[in-house]
């Protein structure tokens, strides 16, 4: 478990995805992704990396229609790894299987490479730098996009084959896109209270907790005032963040209602959305 994602902190752990076929879905991500099954029931599946801890919930709904463009919502949720070696594991293992990514970068603090699943949700897979090499220009973090040396990553995986993603892997960190910036900086600085890291032109903010190079990053890349997905559309349902104790939630629901946040209690779950209509769950 990374330093970052764990306590005191708080970070991103599951997140839950509407789907168009979730036969198509359970085979991208079993096959293709390496998770494991931990729950099924016919419209709703959990997978797990480690076998014990859900990560990602695909469900598809009655009457979901495909992913519109250029709304708010998910760009990418994003799996980081343990390290360089599984990293080339699964380059190698997408070649094998012909599976195309859209992209892949040196950031500076990681090495990510990007692919879709067959619902057009983003993913990226990544691994960290260690953060004593992150660039920082105070409470900043230098991120850059320089070319990924794909060959020295594959190199460095040897003659290994993927077998699965690793137990080890967490949810790193997910990349929304918003409507608004500022809106969108009032809510998750102001409201649930983490730290702006990097700011990107006027066009992409990154926050986190504890020093990390980010837990959340947001956009407008799809247009200002972006509407939001209706809620039959394929894409994100919601995402959950996790706070250390019941204390630390409470302070954050109690800061959320103060700044005229709506808080849903439904189920004994606590749920808010952000201004552009992102749902977010928070659990401890």
């Known amino acids: 478990m990374s330093k970052f994602h764990e306590k005191p902190n708080i970070f991103v752990?599951?997140?839950?995805?509407?789907?168009?076929?979730?036969?198509?879905?359970?085979e991208f991500y079993t096959e293709i992704m390496g998770f494991r099954v931990l729950d099924r029931e016919e419209k709703e599946v959990t997978l797990t990396a480690d076998g014990v801890n859900p990560m990602i919930t695909i469900i598809e709904p009655d009457d979901v229609i495909p992913k519109l463009p250029r709304r708010t919502g998910i760009y990418h949720f994003a799996l980081l790894l343990p390290n360089r070696f599984y990293l080339g594991l699964f380059l190698k293992h997408l070649r094998e299987k012909s599976y195309p990514i859209i992209g892949g970068a040196h950031h500076g603090v990681s090495e990510a490479i990007y692919l879709e699943d067959p619902d057009?949700?983003?993913?990226e897979v990544y691994r960290d730098i260690d953060s004593e090499e992150w660039k920082r220009k105070g409470n900043q973090i230098e991120m850059v996009t320089d070319p990924l040396d794909y060959n020295s990553i594959i190199f460095d995986a040897g003659e290994e084959k993927w077998s699965g993603i690793p137990q080890e892997t967490i949810m790193g960190h997910i990349h929304l896109h918003v409507g608004d910036l500022d809106e969108a900086k009032k809510f998750y600085?102001?409201?649930?209270e983490f730290d702006l890291v990097m700011k990107m032109n006027d066009s992409a903010l990154f926050i986190s907790s504890g020093g990390y190079h980010h837990h959340i990053g947001l956009n407008i890349w799809n247009g200002k005032n972006s509407l939001a997905l209706p809620d039959n559309a394929a894409g994100m349902k919601y995402y959950t963040i996790i706070f250390p104790d019941i204390s630390a939630r409470e302070n954050i629901v109690n800061n959320l209602r103060n700044l005229g946040y709506e808080i849903?209690?439904?189920?004994?779950?606590?749920?808010?959305?952000d201004p552009s209509n992102n749902l977010i769950k928070l659990v401890v």
């Open 120 to 123: 057009e949700n983003g993913i």
């Open 264 to 273: 849903i209690e439904e189920d004994n779950n606590i749920f808010t959305k």
């Open 13 to 26: 752990n599951q997140i839950v995805l509407k789907v168009i076929d979730i036969k198509r879905s359970i």
């Open 189 to 192: 600085c102001d409201g649930l």
